[in-house]
């Protein structure tokens, strides 16, 4: 896969999810540019990496957001439990990411294909 093809098709899963969480607004679209240029560098030095630069992308935005705006994205799987938490990507570094609960390890969406917890 082509570096720009990959890095766009990354960008794209994590707006994606980040739109679905009705979170991507202007500020947190710039950390999400940041992370794919910081993501370049490392996939112009490593080229068979490219299949794993969305969950990278993924897990750099989540970590920026943490230290900025709180937990992203937030487990829907526990929701009665009273401790929110957000998700994991799995496999951290690897083909096919998913956004993961890390209490359950029950696999919610692939990154990219996150639902608005009002839809259901």
Known sequence: MELEQALHAARALVLA?????????????????????????WVEQWPEGAAFVAGLIAQDVQDALLDRYGRWPLC??????????????????????HWVCPKTAVAVAPVGQ?????EG
Do not use: N, Y
């Open 17 to 41: 999810d980040l739109m679905a969480d009705k979170v991507a607004d202007a500020d947190i679209v710039s950390l999400v540019e940041d992370a794919v240029v910081h993501r370049r560098w």
């Open 76 to 97: 829907p799987v526990c929701t009665e439990s009273g401790d929110p938490h957000a998700l994991d990507v799995e496999p951290e570094l690897g083909p096919d990411p």
């Open 114 to 118: 996150l639902r608005d917890p009002m």
